[in-house]
T-cell receptor
Framework: DAKTTQPNSMESNEEEPVHLPCNHS???????IHWYRQLPSQGPEYVIH???SNVNNRMASLAIAEDRKSSTLILHRATLRDAAVYYC????????????FGKGTKLSVKP | EAQVTQNPRYLITVTGKKLTVTCSQN?????MSWYRQDPGLGLRQIYY???????DKGDVPEGYKVSRKEKRNFPLILESPSPNQTSLYFC????????????????FGPGTRLTVL
């Protein structure tokens, strides 16, 4: 499994953009990069995923480096509800289908 | 509303008293899974199921049992709970049991906080 490195914590102001980095230098060529987040007292929830090109959805954008050794999750305008632990997960799937959650980045959003 | 539900949400029990945590999904998903979350250890998979009557061990299966008699339900059974099974448990499901590469979104339940005294 690819090893990921994320900052332990980050802070943001409400309504400002947030860039959450992730290094995954050992990622295989077939691993997708998934991001999940876990709000306080809730189960993890899917945010976004991609393989090589940048991806956008209603929640966030995902910028993937050309060499795929790093990626950045972008929240365009942070809200208080975005305060959560964000997990970057290289994921191929396999028959077991288990997501390998690291420690993630705890994002705090200040009003 | 598409969701994964778990019951109970909170449970305090004593060592050795058998318990079952239920998990149900209403999305007709084939794949279901149980994780436990512990401080400093992250989420670890206990058991998973690719389809009805098909289950397999995850990374930390000792002390747990599961069954998958219906597509929507995937109960987690602790036959003889011990204090080291005190944890936060999450059930998850995803649409397909197809092989890799997997891009399926996994949907998680709200969690069950279990304390074994």
């Amino acid at each position: 499994d690819a090893k990921t490195t994320q900052p332990n914590s980050m802070e943001s102001n409400e309504e400002e953009p947030v860039h959450l980095p992730c290094n995954h230098s050992t990622i295989s060529g077939t691993d997708y990069i998934h991001w999940y987040r876990q709000l306080p007292s809730q189960g993890p929830e899917y945010v976004i995923h991609g393989l090589t090109s940048n991806v956008n959805n209603r929640m966030a954008s995902l910028a993937i480096a050309e060499d795929r050794k790093s990626s950045t999750l972008i929240l365009h305008r942070a809200t208080l509800r975005d305060a959560a632990v964000y997990y970057c997960i290289p994921y191929y799937g396999g028959s077991q289908g288990n997501l390998i959650f690291g420690k993630g980045t705890k994002l705090s959003v200040k009003p | 509303e598409a969701q994964v539900t778990q019951n109970p949400r909170y449970l305090i029990t004593v060592t050795g008293k058998k318990l079952t945590v239920t998990c149900s999904q209403n999305m007709n998903h084939e794949y279901m899974s149980w994780y436990r979350q512990d401080p400093g250890l992250g989420l670890r998979q206990i058991y998973y199921s690719m389809n009805v009557e098909v289950t397999d061990k995850g990374d930390v299966p000792e002390g747990y049992k599961v069954s998958r008699k219906e597509k929507r339900n995937f109960p987690l059974i602790l036959e003889s709970p011990s204090p080291n099974q005190t944890s936060l448990y999450f059930c998850a499901s995803s649409p397909t049991r197809s092989g890799p590469p997997r891009t399926d979104t996994q949907y998680f339940g709200p969690g069950t906080r279990l304390t074994v005294l």
